[in-house]
C-alpha cells in the first residue's frame, strides 16, 4: 500500500472488522466521541496490545482530511496480505465445496470492488482474484464499501489473469465471463451452475479484455428492456453470485 488511503480504515464498524481481522497497527479516535462500538474498540486494541490516540478535534479532523463519515475513528493497517489462486482451491477442498470463485478483470472503482466483495462473502464465494495491474487494490474505500467482508474472504492478487484462468481451468473449474447480451451469450438463468466454476466479472468500462474472454466456457448475459446499455459492475456481479448461490441451493422461482 503506497498511500495513506490505502492504509487507512474509517468508521466504527469496519474499524472493528479490520481489528477482528488483526489488520490494525494503530487507532486514532476523536476526543469526546463516545458509544458501545468505541468502548468495545478501545477493549481491542488494548488486548492486543496496539497503540491508540485519543486527538483533539482540529488535530482529527487534520489526521482524517479526505475521509467523509469518519465518525470519530480511523486507524492506520497492517499492507493486506493477498493469498494466491491455489489456496483459494485449497479452501475450498477443506470446506469440502465445490470451488466457486470470483474473478474481477480490472476493476478500478472501489465502490464496485467493495461491493462485490460484501456480496461474494455473503454468498459463500471461496474467494476473490484480482490483477495486480490496472486494478484497484484493498484500499481503504474497499475496506469501507465491502462492511466487514475482507475479514472473511481472501484475495488473491496475480500478475497474469489469462495465466491464472488457464490453470484455473486445469484444475476442473468451468470459466463463466459475463458481457452485454449478443449472438455469443446466453441468458444468465440458463447457466449451469453445479459444477466447480469461476465467475469473471469485466471492467466498468471495457468489460472482458480480449485474452481473457477467449478463455471462458460460457458467455452469460443480463436481458435488459430499458434505454441503458448495461448494469454497473457491483449490480451485476450481485446478481449472476446470486443466481449460482440460489442454483447450487436448489432454490426455485
Known amino acids: 500500500m ?4 490505502q492504509e487507512m480504515v474509517y468508521g466504527r464498524r469496519p474499524v472493528a472488522e479490520a481489528l477482528q481481522a488483526g489488520l490494525v497497527n494503530r487507532l486514532f479516535l476523536q476526543r469526546g466521541i463516545k458509544g458501545k462500538i468505541v468502548e468495545q474498540l478501545i477493549e481491542m486494541v488494548n488486548a492486543q496490545g496496539i497503540p491508540w490516540y485519543s ?5 482529527f ?7 467523509r463519515q469518519h465518525q470519530g475513528v480511523l486507524a492506520y493497517l497492517e499492507p493486506y496480505s493477498y493469498t494466491t489462486p491455489e489456496n483459494l482451491l485449497e479452501r475450498a477442498v477443506k470446506l469440502q465445496e465445490k470451488p466457486f470463485l470470483l474473478i474481477l478483470d480490472h476493476i478500478q472503482d472501489p465502490g464496485n470492488f467493495g461491493s462485490l466483495l460484501r ?8 474467494g476473490v482474484v484480482i490483477p495486480s495491474r490496472r486494478a484497484v487494490g484493498i484500499t481503504a474505500v474497499v475496506y469501507k464499501a465491502a462492511s466487514g467482508a475482507l475479514s472473511h474472504i481472501p484475495v488473491a492478487r496475480v500478475v497474469n489473469l489469462v495465466q491464472t484462468v488457464k490453470y484455473l481451468k486445469k484444475q476442473g473449474l468451468w470459466i463463466f465471463g459475463s458481457e452485454a447480451e449478443s449472438q455469443d451469450t446466453a441468458p444468465y ?3 449451469d451452475f453445479s459444477v466447480p466454476l469461476a465467475l469473471i466479472i469485466g ?3 471495457k468489460g472482458i479484455s480480449p485474452l481473457v474472454r477467449k478463455n471462458c466456457d460460457f458467455l452469460l448475459s443480463i436481458p ?3 434505454k441503458v446499455s448495461s448494469l454497473n459492475a457491483g ?5 449472476l453470485m446470486y443466481e449460482v448461490f440460489r442454483c447450487r441451493a436448489g432454490w426455485q422461482v
Open 235 to 239: 449490480v451485476a456481479g450481485a446478481l
Open 203 to 205: 471492467s466498468e468500462g
Open 2 to 5: 503506497k498511500n495513506k488511503e
Open 119 to 126: 456480496t461474494a462473502e455473503a454468498v459463500g464465494v471461496h
Open 189 to 191: 438463468y440458463k447457466g
Open 224 to 226: 435488459m428492456r430499458g
Open 55 to 59: 486527538l483533539e478535534t482540529e488535530k
Open 61 to 67: 479532523r487534520l489526521l482524517a482530511k479526505g475521509f
